[in-house]
């Protein structure tokens, strides 16, 4: 059984960063593509990055690219998102994803954790 658990959201003013990391356990994350998802309130989950197995390919929703950064150590079983220039459209709770196989997608995700409430204040 995988678990994921994020980390490191939280409140930050507009223009700010954070870094959240998603820590997986029961089982290594070897050949899993990995993505981070958030859902703000009163609106659907919706795809923000994902992360393809080892992490040569990585794609970004276009109201991210350019300020979020994803990246992961894989001897640590752990996934990051840098995010950087923070809006207050990017309130929401986020969420750590892993897929069942290694190549990139924005969709084909099984294991899911329990997410992370990130604000951004303007």
């Known amino acids: 059984q995988v678990q994921l658990v994020e980390s490191g959201g939280g409140l930050v003013q507009a223009g700010g960063s954070l870094r959240l990391s998603c820590a997986a356990s029961?089982?290594?994350?070897?050949?899993?593509?990995m993505g981070w998802f958030r859902q703000a309130p009163g609106k659907e989950r919706e795809f923000v990055a994902g992360i393809s197995w080892p992490g040569g390919r990585t794609t970004y929703a276009d109201s991210v690219k350019g300020r979020f950064t994803i990246s992961r150590d894989n001897p640590k079983n752990t996934l990051f998102l840098q995010m950087n220039t923070l809006k207050p459209e990017d309130t929401a709770v986020y969420y750590c994803?892993?897929?069942?196989?290694?190549?990139?997608?924005?969709?084909?995700?099984?294991?899911w954790g329990q997410g992370t409430q990130v604000t951004v204040s303007s």
């Open positions: 029961g089982r290594s994350f070897s050949s899993n593509a």
């Open positions: 994803a892993a897929a069942r196989r290694p190549a990139l997608t924005t969709n084909a995700y099984d294991y």
